[in-house]
Nanobody, 124 residues
Framework: QVQLVESGGGLVQPGGSLRLSCAASGNMVDVDAMGWYRQAPGKERELVAHITTGGITNYGDFVKGRFTISRDNAKKAVYLQMNSLKPEDTAVYYC??????????????????WGQGTQVTVSS
């Protein structure tokens, strides 16, 4: 069974920084795409950042160069460095991974997994 475990959330003042981490564990062959999403109270979950196996990244429009996503394939981990945080960044942040469970000559089983969520609060 695959599990994603997140860490690194917390309370930070406006303009501060946080680094979120997420690591996958369990039976798997590999991890494909990785990403971070967030959900604020009363709002829909939205994409924060996404990174492919080849390192191609994509960010939500609101990021505007403040966040950086990275991954460590050997550790099956994804990170989100968040700088210049704003009160509107307050949300629960979820990591997401597309995990490869089985690969054969004619079959590839990939499934989506989510972390449990970590609270990020930006407030003075």
């Amino acid at each position: 069974q695959v599990q994603l475990v997140e860490s690194g959330g917390g309370l930070v003042q406006p303009g501060g920084s946080l680094r979120l981490s997420c690591a996958a564990s369990g039976n798997m062959v590999d991890v494909d795409a990785m990403g971070w999403y967030r959900q604020a109270p009363g709002k829909e979950r939205e994409l924060v950042a996404h990174i492919t196996t080849g390192g191609i990244t994509n960010y939500g429009d609101f990021v505007k160069g403040r966040f950086t996503i990275s991954r460590d394939n050997a550790k099956k981990a994804v990170y989100l460095q968040m700088n210049s945080l704003k009160p509107e960044d307050t949300a629960v942040y979820y990591c997401h991974m597309t995990v490869v469970l089985t690969v054969t000559r004619n079959y590839r089983d990939e499934r989506d997994y989510w972390g449990q969520g970590t609270q990020v609060t930006v407030s003075s």
